[in-house]
Structure formats: C-alpha cells, structure tokens
C-alpha cells in the first residue's frame, strides 16, 4: 500500500468506537470467573489444587488486576506515545492527514480503554475485597520496544518503533480475542473484553497500513537493516519473566505454609514457552508480517527463519 491508496476510518469509529457506543460494564456479583482459568497455570497447577484450592477466587481476582495494570501500561505509555507523535507530525516519517487524523483516535480509544480498565479493577476492589499486591511497573514490551530502538541507527528508530508497535498491536488484538470467547467469566468482563477487541480489531489494521505504507518506500538498505534487529525485538517480547515474577510474588502472598509454598513455587518456575515458532504468539506475528507486506522481501524471511516450522537454523 502507498500513501495515497489510504483511506481513513473516520467514519467507522464516529459509528462504532466504545468511547461512542457502549455503556459502563458493571461488574456482577455472580458464581462465574472474574478471570479465565486457562490463563492462570499457578491456579491448575497439581501442588495448587491439592493443598489450597480455596484459595483460587483470590489468585484470579489478583490476576485479573496484572492484566488490567498491563493493559493500561500498553496503552498509556507505549501505543498513545507513537500514536500522539505520529497525529502531531512528530514521527520522522511523515504520514498524509488522514493517517494522523486515525492515529489521533487510537489516541482517545487507548486513553479510553485505560480508564476503562482502571474503573473495572476498582469496582473488582469493592465487590471482592480483594487488595491488589505489588503490581509490575513495567511490561515486556517496555524493555522490548527500546532495546530494538536503540540497535538502529538514529534515522530508522522512528521506523523501528512504528514495526514494534504495529507488532504489538496485532498479537494484543488476538490475545483479546480468546479473552472475549471464554464463556467461563463473568459476562461483564466478556463484555469488556468484546469492546476492546472492536477497537483493537480497527487499530490492528491501522498499524498494518501504516507499517505497509512506510515499508514499500523505504530503500532496500534500510529494510535490511530493520528486519536484522525484529529476532532481538521478538526474544525480548516473549520472554516471560516479569510474569514470573509476579507469579513468585502472588505465591509469597498466600496464606499457606513454607512446605506448600516451596510446592507452588517448583511447578511454577521456569514454566516457559521456547521463544520460536512453537510460542502461541508467534502465529499472530507472522501473520501480521504477512499482512503489512513485509513478509515478502527475502531479509525479513531470512530474519525470521526461527519462526517458520522446517526452516529453523
């Protein structure tokens, strides 16, 4: 795609965003999950389940509060920060109008879907009792994105992050998306992540445009130089320390015994994906890879030869 095939969304999110159309989510005080199981090992876990099962409300309530700390990270401090400086021509690419007029509503959806987020986790505190404990003060994408920035040479770090961000943005939309789909929580929270997933459908292909936009200009020489640094973007992106560490600090919050807690704490540790192609996630990035167009030029598949299925080195 080149600039000026770029057709704007205005319209559709006048008709659709969340911010336009939906009501406040009130979350119920019902039997269901305020967080899906699947999505908590720890509370699965064969040393969980034997010795402090009752304790399972409180793991996920407290889960439920890091997904909604990191959503609100992702979105204030890392998306809104490229979003703004590409609606206010402050990017070193420059986009036509109607690209900045789009990014200046992913910047009210993403400030929007925050204070969502943030009314959610504080309506959870009154309807549980639950306190949250020490929250992360920073999500892998917080290290990933900077470390890939600063491998590039100073005129391609603008570029460098826009590739990182629209990385980031299509692997949250799908992972919002099998959290909409779990019919096991409350329907508040399906609610909640339903309406995100409709503006983080719209974002996902945004970010996909304007990375399509960017690549099918950019000289060859820089395309190399870009697709040289995604392996190091991608380790850094799934690695699954920080939630590791929250796992190891939930445990040490339980009110069990040091005999159990040395359980909990063995089966939880080191419990990681390979980051490759067998990491769930790295379907959703190769298929945004596909999606941009970048996947078409040869320095991006030998880039990405950890990733495909037979062609790893």
């Not at 119920?28 to 034997?50: K, N």
């Not at 309406?195 to 974002?203: I, K, P």
């Not at 929250?246 to 009110?255: A, K």
């Not at 991006?300 to 990733?307: E, G, I, P, S």
Request: some cysteine.
């Amino acid at each position: 795609m080149n600039a000026c095939e770029y057709q704007s969304f205005a319209e559709t999110w006048e008709a659709r965003a969340t911010i336009r159309t939906r009501p406040r989510r009130m979350l119920e005080d019902d039997d269901r999950l305020i967080y899906p199981l699947s999505r908590q090992p720890l509370a699965l876990s064969a040393a969980f389940v034997d010795t402090c099962p009752q304790l399972r409300d409180f793991v996920l309530v407290q889960s439920l509060y890091k997904f909604i700390n990191d959503v609100v990270i992702f979105e204030t401090e890392i998306v809104d920060k490229t979003a703004r400086n590409i609606a206010k021509n402050r990017f070193a690419i420059e986009f036509p109008f109607a690209c900045r007029y789009d990014a200046m509503t992913v910047v009210v959806d993403e400030d929007y879907h925050a204070l969502v987020a943030m009314d959610f986790m504080q309506q959870a505190r009154t309807l549980t009792g639950i306190e949250p404990i020490e929250l992360p003060g920073e999500i892998e994408l917080s290290r990933a994105i900077p470390a890939a920035v600063q491998l590039a040479p100073p005129p391609l770090r603008d570029a460098m992050e826009l590739i990182c961000v629209a990385i980031a943005e299509s692997t949250v939309t799908n992972d919002v998306a099998a959290f909409a789909r779990d019919d096991t929580v409350k329907a508040s929270v399906k609610g909640l992540m339903a309406d995100h997933l409709l503006d983080e459908g719209r974002h996902s292909g945004f970010w996909a445009r304007l990375v399509s936009i960017y690549w099918q200009g950019a000289p060859a020489d820089d395309r190399q130089t870009l697709a040289q640094i995604l392996p190091t973007f991608i380790r850094q992106y799934l690695t699954n320390d920080i939630q590791q560490a929250f796992d190891l600090r939930l445990i040490d919050s339980l009110p069990v015994s040091a005999t159990v807690r040395r359980r909990l704490v063995s089966e939880v540790a080191g419990v990681a994906f390979p980051v490759n192609y067998q990491h769930p996630m790295v379907a959703n990035i190769m298929r945004f890879f596909r999606t941009s167009g970048m996947l078409e030029h040869a320095c991006v598949q030998a880039a990405l030869r950890d990733y495909v299925p037979g062609r790893a080195a």
